[in-house]
């Protein structure tokens, strides 16, 4: 490769250094057209005659495209990251909404913003993903489980009411599957108690609680663009949202270690500064992200309502074939007060009715061939809280209804991009699994 991509590139490459003649650029590199095939033929897998005819086709093109481009002025946050954040407030009625590396480094400002310290209790739901706990757990607060909603299988406000001590300094729903937790309720515990509160929305972009979207009624929301989620960034990204006002222009800081780039470098330096929160200043660490994610947000937001309507028809169809069955209580579909974004699809039985309990339902189902995939479960039960001191059993006996829900009636299903087929057999083996459990113990 020729090397004329220095004078292609932008003066302010990290830090603003204002138009130069020898740009900062200088000190990193780029990509040419040899790894931009090799990025298309990753993202477009195939094989065959056919195929390598294609491939053959597009590095013609792109070689001759190399010849009269230029390479992007920057790789990582500028425009394409600001626009994706732009089109997230707008879609979610929000300002200042942080574009990071994932949903969990939105945890960990959060939490920083809350200044959690060893000792301070965090409250989150007994059924949730491990990244929900993972930042105060690793800085020594103690975590509590709240129980579950029989139903929803999120957090439940009555038993998060009973967990509060002088100690608790956050309480984490998590919007499980993309149905709303029942927010009025923890807010109002939030205000009286004052504690901050975190909603866990990696499911739950675009689903509405009352007429607002998830994410953006507590102090703090974050979204996760990870690969298994309703929308991506290339696989992984995460946005960070906030309803504290005097947060939001210090959260764009605390995701690169609290540098303010719209200052001018002074005196051949840089200067970075400590984040302002709640009690005191913190440390901000670097969850940046890439223009290529900021570009993959900004056409993924575009398609979310689309989304959001292919799995609310998959989920419908799915919760209409089993509702004719008494032992099954199929995903509800919401309404006025609950909009889900059905990242999931929730399935809940009646053992008595169904004859035998949801282990039982689940064999059956794995016997054929529909998904086995891991569950959103009991996190009390995970070796690192062991590891941690912590008494499963105890726990176990404050949150009875996750222990029945989660052991005896429940699971969930994908519900995005299967064909109908797939819907058809996904539905019917769960009916005919039933009727088999029913048979089984002499109920039909
Ligand atoms: C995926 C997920 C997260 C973490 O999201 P990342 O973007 O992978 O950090 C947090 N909570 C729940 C409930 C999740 O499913």
Redesign the pocket.
């Known amino acids: 490769m020729e090397n004329n991509k220095l004078k292609k590139k932008a003066s302010d490459f990290r830090y603003n250094t204002g138009e130069t003649k020898v740009p900062w650029a200088a000190v990193g590199e780029n990509y040419n057209a040899e790894d931009l095939m090799t990025i298309v033929k990753f993202m477009m897998q195939g094989e065959g005659a056919a195929y390598d005819k294609a491939v053959a086709e597009v590095e013609k093109t792109v070689y001759a495209l190399d010849k009269v481009s230029e390479p992007p002025a920057k790789l990582s946050l500028d425009r394409h990251v600001a626009a994706a954040e732009d089109m997230c407030d707008e879609y979610l009625n929000t300002k200042g909404s942080t574009f990071l590396v994932?949903?969990?480094?939105g945890?960990e400002i959060a939490c920083k913003y809350a200044g959690l310290k060893a000792g301070d209790e965090v409250i989150v739901p007994a059924i949730?993903?491990a990244?929900?706990m993972a930042y105060p757990l690793s800085i020594g607060c103690k975590i509590v489980f709240a129980d579950v909603d029989p139903i929803t299988l999120n957090m439940d406000p009555k038993d998060v009411e009973k967990k509060i001590t002088d100690k608790t300094k956050m309480i984490v729903p998590?919007h499980?599957g993309g149905y709303a937790v029942d927010m009025d309720p923890i807010m109002e515990l939030a205000a009286k108690h004052d504690i901050v509160v975190l909603e866990?929305a990696?499911?739950g972009f675009g689903g509405e609680y009352k007429g607002r979207k998830l994410g953006t009624i507590g102090h703090f929301g974050?979204f996760?663009?990870?690969e298994?989620?309703n929308i991506t960034s290339f696989g992984?990204?995460?946005i960070l949202c906030s309803t504290v006002t005097e947060f939001l222009p210090e959260m764009k800081r605390a995701r690169f270690l609290g540098t303010d780039f719209s200052i001018k470098i002074k005196d051949w330096l840089y200067d970075v500064t400590a984040i302002k929160g709640k009690n005191g200043p913190f440390v901000a660490t670097n969850f940046s992200t890439t223009e290529i994610q900021g570009l993959g947000l900004q056409l993924q937001i575009a398609r979310n309502d689309q989304i959001m309507k292919a799995r609310y028809d998959a989920a419908a169809y799915l919760t209409e074939r089993l509702s004719g069955c008494d032992a099954i209580i199929p995903q509800d579909l919401g309404g006025d007060t609950v909009k889900p974004t059905f990242h999931l699809y929730k399935l809940l039985i009646d053992p008595e009715k169904a004859g035998g309990d949801i282990q039982v339902l689940k064999k059956k189902l794995a016997q054929k061939g529909v998904t086995e995939i891991a569950h959103?479960g009991p996190l009390y039960r995970f070796a690192i809280l062991k590891e941690y001191g912590y008494d499963e059993d105890e726990i176990a006996k404050t949150c009875p209804v996750c222990e029945e829900v989660f052991y005896h009636r429940f699971t969930h299903f994908p519900v995005y991009g299967l064909t109908q087929e797939q819907l058809d057999y996904m539905a019917d083996s769960i009916l005919e699994s039933v009727a088999e459990m029913q048979a089984e113990a002499g109920l039909k």
Do not use: M
Not at 102 to 105: D, E, Q, R, Y
């Open positions: 994932n949903c969990t480094a945890f949730t993903f990244a929900t998590v499980i866990d990696a499911h974050s996760s663009f990870h298994v989620k992984e990204g995460g959103f």
